[in-house]
């Protein structure tokens, strides 16, 4: 079954615990992101990845990291979390380039991250 | 710079009435307009898009939404609503390739 996963689903953390969270996509795709939903705000964007080893910053990328050693995978790491990243966490795939400007991304089920 | 505006938080319906969800874009370039739908505890998922030609699109489970260029408008619409179509509903734009900036999002309470 064409999926995105994202591991854990849900994390209660304390503040300054560093954490991964894991995005793996099996359908081939270039393109990866990552979002934060937040109630009033809808869905940022907080990286994007065009493919292996090219990442780059979204909207709110202040105190995350990415990497995309792989196709497939691309975690989102919190180095130092704070009470402001308690949030919804979408990781999300698409073509990319195949696919053209408005391909169609496939999101992952999502992560409630809680930092205390 | 594009930006998408869902002036509605949340639409309390009954089973079986028509339904409306607006949503409102702004930008000075030609766009890309996406519904997107987030069942509870989901993942969002694609509902419709509209890239170009015909401005009514349809998805396969009965919505429909029409650009209107002139009015900036992608609004979300279907005939009769079924208790299962309680979700979010998420209006969204493209901004930059494959970027799209989201609207905040709007509530379909659908009751017996």
């Known amino acids: 079954e064409a999926q995105v996963t994202q591991n854990p689903r849900y994390l209660i953390t304390v503040t300054g615990k560093k954490l991964t969270v894991t995005c793996s996509q099996n359908?081939?795709?270039?393109?990866m992101s990552w979002y934060r939903q937040d109630p009033g705000l809808g869905l940022r964007q907080i990286y994007y990845s065009m493919n292996v080893e090219a990442t780059d910053k979204g909207d709110v990328p202040e105190g995350y990291k990415v990497s995309r050693k792989e196709k497939r995978n691309f975690p989102l790491i919190l180095e130092s979390p704070s009470p402001n990243q308690t949030s919804l966490y979408f990781c999300?795939?698409?073509?990319?380039?195949?696919?053209?400007?408005?391909?169609?991304?496939?999101f992952g089920p999502g992560t409630r991250l809680t930092v205390l | 710079a594009q930006s998408v505006t869902q002036l509605d938080s949340q639409v309390p319906v009954f089973e079986e009435a028509p339904v409306e969800l607006r949503c409102n874009y702004s930008s000075s370039v030609s766009v890309y307009l996406f519904w997107y739908v987030q069942y509870p505890n989901q993942g969002l998922q694609l509902l419709l898009k509209y890239l170009s030609g015909s401005t009514l699109v349809k998805s396969i489970n009965g919505f429909e939404a029409e650009f209107n260029k002139s009015q900036t408008s992608f609004h979300l619409r279907k005939p009769s609503v079924h208790i299962s179509d309680t979700a979010e509903y998420f209006c969204?734009?493209?901004?930059?390739?494959?970027?799209?900036?989201f609207g905040t999002g709007t509530r379909l309470l659908v009751s017996p």
């Open positions: 969204a734009v493209t901004k930059g390739f494959q970027k799209l900036v």
């Open positions: 359908m081939n795709h270039e393109y």
């Open positions: 999300a795939s698409s073509l990319g380039l195949a696919g053209g400007q408005a391909d169609t991304q496939y």
